[in-house]
């Protein structure tokens, strides 16, 4: 089936389309929307992520009043009511994406997030498509420009710190498909590789979430922790454990909080964002012209629209030490 040329009304179903479509600056033009941009967050305090509290939310809040379009899979029945142009549809198959085009009886492009780590070229690959479809490929080369810019800056201010400067690193609490303890771990945590920081997981596995044993832990000795806030509860009760007093980070205060980004696929812009707050952390000389959130809001006003990290620091704790989050 033919796309129509600059689709005037588009819908964007599954995991990471709508975030596209608002890097585009296209929201304007989106007719509906599936269940994981309409559900409320929790507002009692830090937690998961659980609805419309991804920076892209955040930044374009009328999202989530247009018409429900299904789950994430899409219903073809409340898509056709809606008369779409075209739907973009990530992680999908081309034999599903084929029967939602069928039974919808409207065009369907699908499209691969990626990531800002080895799968960056898949997610640029999907914007300029997507772009040249909205007639928006100006916006996807200065979005594309301005991440390539960014990680530059960081590799740039990092890259020349000899390894006796570098602090041994552990992410813990990496939530995945819901939150998850201390001894959750990624081996190739995006924002820590994008700083060129030491982290002592590297060698467990080539990445993705992954539970470590404590004993491993014990031996690695990190001098700086960082926690994703998506876990804080869990990671919080976890810290009572005596054997971890042991630890060089904790002994010393150097347990950090950051904000989640796996939530939906990936938020770029907070991964980008977290990254600043680590370079900081870790190494405050070659960051001394750098506020976290300040950079954090010149990230999300860039890619989404607005300044959300006050927003984000509501929802989830922000750039904080992690004793001085309160639930």
């Given amino acids: 089936m033919d796309v129509q040329k600059t689709p005037q009304r588009i819908i964007g179903v599954g995991a990471g389309a ?14 509906g929307v599936d269940d994981r941009e309409q559900k409320k967050y929790n507002t009692s305090g830090f937690g998961m992520p659980s609805g419309i509290d991804k920076p892209y939310n955040l930044a374009n809040p009328a999202l989530s009043t247009l018409p429900f379009i ?19 549809y990530t992680f999908t198959t081309g034999k599903d994406a084929q029967t939602l085009q069928e039974k919808s009886g409207r065009s369907v492009v699908a499209l691969t997030t990626g990531d800002l780590g080895k799968n960056k070229d898949v ?23 301005y991440i390539d810019g960014t990680i530059k800056d960081l590799n740039d201010r990092t890259k020349d710190i000899p390894a006796d400067k570098r602090p041994r690193v552990y992410v813990g609490g990496i939530a995945f498909n819901g939150a998850h303890g201390f001894l959750s771990t990624d ?18 596995s080539a990445g993705g979430q992954m539970m470590i044993d404590k004993e ?21 009760e976890d810290l009572k454990d005596p054997v971890y007093q042991s630890l060089p980070a904790v002994k010393n205060g150097r347990v950090y909080a950051v904000m989640p980004y796996n939530w939906y696929a990936n938020n770029y ?12 952390t870790l190494y405050p000389e070659q960051f001394a012209d750098v506020d976290p959130a ?11 629209g607005k300044p959300v990290y006050s927003d984000m620091k509501t929802l989830f704790g922000g750039f904080v030490p992690f004793s001085t989050l309160v639930k």
């Fill in 294 to 304: 300040h950079k954090a809001d010149e990230i999300y006003t860039m890619l989404d």
């Fill in 123 to 145: 997610f640029y690959q999907s914007l300029r498509l997507m772009a040249k479809i909205l007639g928006k490929e100006q916006r996807a080369e200065s979005v594309t420009s």
């Fill in 269 to 280: 812009d907070t991964v980008l964002a977290d990254a600043y707050y680590i370079g900081k």
């Fill in 18 to 31: 709508l975030r596209m479509i608002a890097y585009l600056q296209a929201t304007d033009r989106v007719v």
């Fill in 187 to 204: 081996p190739a945590y995006s924002p820590l590789l994008m700083v060129n920081g030491n982290n002592v997981a590297a060698s467990a």
């Fill in 70 to 88: 299904g789950g994430k899979t899409g219903d073809p029945e409340l898509i056709a009511a809606q008369n779409p142009d075209v739907v973009f």
């Fill in 216 to 236: 491993k832990l014990l031996d690695w000795k990190p001098d700086v922790i960082f926690v994703d806030e998506a876990s804080y509860a869990l990671v919080k």
